[in-house]
């Protein structure tokens, strides 16, 4: 009797190791080849095998630390001033999840980088401060705590803060280990060093940020997504919008997807990214699915299990759910609703036909704790 994720049974590898085959297996190696059969069960596992582990950045832990980078290195020297989140399974490609990069970059008063550009996509989630500012292609986007903006790959780029007082602090997302892994980076400086940029502030709103598009010659023809700024006030609204039109998904309450609005699909092709809204109270049931999802508390207090683990989180906390993990969420408080905005690696998974996902269907769907 063999059980489902049996090694041993017909249609593994499992054969046995003899003197002949280890003086084969040598002769192979010497032609830089190799016998298949050594490796399959490893290399083709029964089903995802994340080297990612689930794991929880305390904005309170992290925040102090980031804020002594400030004194610690100037910005220019840096590149970008940042810490990085990294995952205990994956420092080897520097990923806070599968093949996900996030960090916490801190720009100080009246600081302003240099411009450049570079294959992976980005995108920025602020956590506090409300002088930051991008300029990304020539579009200068001014942001505050909570909003979210992109800059897609390819754009020239460069960041600061225009407040004489206080740091900013955001939350950096890219797909630089995927671009990575993919063997297909590029990196370069602006030949100028700063880009300049036209007299509108955050351009692409009033243009991009309405159910309405531009029409004829008015209308945007680039590759890269018109709308670079998704400002957390009507981000907000649109949530509280949702919750009074639907119930919301059992898994993750109320969820929506900042979108690219001419094709309505995600804003990178690599990434896509979700705010969501538990009700208070509210505990979703758990499930998994392939992809890799990087959280951040943008409001309230809850918890989320991991594959077993409970993970209490706040204000400005980040965690990762690594691809095929189960995992479900709470929001503790009887008053209040909490808010995640997290980033994923689904448009990838689902252009390679990768995606596929599962329902917690033991114990009303909710894990049992380990
Ligand atoms: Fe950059
Ligand atoms: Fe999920």
Sequence with gaps: MTTAYDDTQIGRARVTETPELAAYYKELAEQEAGALWTVANDIEPWYPQPRSVPTHWPYAKLRPLVRKALSLVAADDAGRRVVMLTNPGRRDVSAAVGLLYTGLQIMGPGEAMTAHRHQAAALRFVLEG???????????????????????????????????????????????????????????????????????????????????????????????????????????????????????SPFDGLIMEYTNPLTGGSVMPTMSAHIQLLRPDQRTQAHRHTGSVIYTVAKGNGYSIIDGRRHDWNDGDIFCVPSWSWHEHGNISQSDDAVLFSFNDFPVMRALAFHREEAYTDNDGHQLLT
Excluded at 134 to 152: H, L, S
Excluded at 214 to 240: H, I, K, M, Q, V
């Design 130 to 248: 409300s002088g930051a500012w991008t300029i990304v292609e020539g579009q200068k986007i001014k942001v505050g705590p909570r909003d979210f903006a992109i800059t897609p790959n390819g754009t020239w780029h460069e960041h600061g803060n225009e407040s004489s007082t206080t740091p900013c602090i955001w939350q950096d997302g890219l797909d630089i280990p995927l671009v990575n892994a993919l063997d297909a980076p590029f990196y370069e400086v602006h030949p100028n060093l700063r880009q300049g940029s036209g007299r509108i502030v955050n351009s692409s709103l009033p243009t991009y940020g309405a159910p309405l598009l531009p029409y004829g010659t008015e209308r945007w023809t680039r590759p890269c997504p018109p709308l670079l700024a998704f400002p957390w006030e009507s981000t907000y609204e649109s949530l509280l919008n949702l919750a009074e039109a639907s119930e919301g």
